[in-house]
């Protein structure tokens, strides 16, 4: 499984926006969770269970609807409650939902789309 094919698979999955910080075709290990991550989870908790052994020493980041990096102590149900409405960054006109789209970090503050 690549790095973008897993950032895919939560996405999808668990309704939360990752970001593994690597080539996007980099090679981790395969997401086999049926399951949707637990709500009352909180974001270390659910990276540490689900994410860490498969994308190994890569750093990941979770972004909330406003394409920021929310604390480590926030629960999931509160960043995927952030995704819906009009104010959230990945409901914008300007952000293309194309699979020929990958997230790109700029900084650690900052993330755009960029064409494959």
């Not at 309704?15 to 690597?22: L, P, T």
């Not at 689900?50 to 149900?77: A, C, F, H, S």
Request: proline residues 3%; positive net charge.
């Amino acid at each position: 499984m690549t790095v973008q094919e897993i950032e895919n698979k939560v996405w999808e999955q668990d309704g939360n926006r990752i970001i593994v910080r690597d080539r996007s075709s980099a090679t981790v290990g395969k997401y086999v969770h049926r399951n949707t991550a637990q709500g009352r989870w909180r974001i270390t908790e659910s990276l540490n269970s689900r994410i860490g052994r498969l994308v190994k020493d890569r750093e990941v980041v979770v972004l909330d609807g406003k394409g920021k990096m929310p604390n480590g102590r926030t629960l999931l149900k509160t960043i995927r409650q952030s995704y819906s409405g009009n104010g959230s960054f990945f409901n914008s006109p300007n952000v293309p939902n194309k699979s020929n789209y990958c997230w790109v970090l700029k900084s650690k503050r900052s993330i755009r789309w960029m064409s494959k």
